[in-house]
């Protein structure tokens, strides 16, 4: 039993960046490298669940965000469009926090074979330049759910 504690297990990896106070611009591309690429122990592809996190605050506009997310895989590029509903259709917010901070997360793909060490990039593409409300952007892959190559 000892011995099988010890195996080597599945990793997550996360990356989060802050967004600037004066707004998410409508052309700037957010790169997020989900795995510290100065250790030497990593895998770089993986199988893994693969979603994407925005923490917003009271003063959002909006009921949801549209995003563009790449991503680099095995010898690919994948580029999906994700629609986060972040509030119900009376106003109230879905997301996890309490005061005027919350924080939701949308599954982009169950099983994304993505390169960890390449940049993930989130972008928005609501119809303004500039959106107001989104404190941070994040990307999670959970390498549990799914299968290491």
Not at 41 to 66: C, E, F, G, K
Not at 110 to 116: G, M, Y
Request: glycine share 8%; charged share 20%.
């Amino acid at each position: 039993m000892l011995l099988g504690a010890c195996s080597p297990g599945k990793r997550d990896y996360s990356r989060w960046e802050n967004l600037p106070i004066e707004g998410w611009a409508y052309g700037d591309t957010v790169s997020l490298v989900p795995v510290d690429t100065s250790l030497r122990d990593n895998d770089s592809i993986v199988t893994a669940a693969l979603r994407v996190a925005l923490r917003h605050s009271n003063d959002y506009p909006y009921s949801n965000i549209w995003l563009e997310v790449t991503y680099r895989g095995d010898g690919f590029l994948t580029r999906d469009t994700l629609n986060v509903v972040l509030a119900d259709i009376y106003g109230r917010w879905l997301g996890s926090g309490f005061g005027a901070s919350y924080q939701k997360e949308m599954l982009l793909n169950p099983a994304a074979v993505i390169d960890i060490t390449r940049p993930v990039e989130v972008r928005h593409i609501m119809r303004l330049d500039t959106l107001h409300g989104v404190d941070q952007i994040g990307v999670l892959v959970d390498t549990s759910s799914g299968i290491d190559r």
